[in-house]
């Protein structure tokens, strides 16, 4: 079974940083794209930053120059580097992987279980 552990979250004040990990385990033969979304109370689950196993990135407009994503693909690591965070940035932020468990296999999305990253103002 594939599992995805994030951590890194925690309370920083308006235009601090915190970085956060996410760590895949298990037994899988690739991953495919490495994502990090987040979800806000009251609010639908968005999609924050991408990081594809070929080494390309993209990223929401709202957190594109503040945020950077990360890849160890030997370590099967993601990170997220939140610098100038603002208070519009609290939420929960999940870690994401496609993954694929035998070769030819389907892709399968794996989700980890958020950490929470609070921004006071």
């Known amino acids: 079974q594939v599992q995805l552990v994030e951590s890194g979250g925690g309370l920083v004040q308006a235009g601090g940083s915190l970085r956060l990990s996410c760590a895949a385990s298990?037994?899988?033969?690739?991953?495919?794209?490495m994502d990090w979304y987040r979800q806000a109370p009251g609010k639908q689950r968005e999609l924050v930053a991408t990081s594809t196993s070929g080494g390309n990135t993209n990223y929401a407009h709202s957190v594109k120059g503040r945020f950077t994503i990360s890849r160890d693909n030997a370590k099967n690591t993601v990170h997220l580097q939140m610098n100038s965070l603002k208070p519009d940035d609290t939420a929960r932020y999940y870690c994401?992987?496609?993954?694929?468990?035998?070769?030819?296999?389907?892709?399968?999305?794996?989700w980890g279980q958020g950490t929470q990253v609070t921004v006071s103002s």
């Open positions: 994401h992987a496609e993954v694929r468990l035998r070769w030819g296999g389907t892709l399968y999305d794996y």
């Open positions: 298990g037994s899988m033969f690739s991953i495919n794209a």
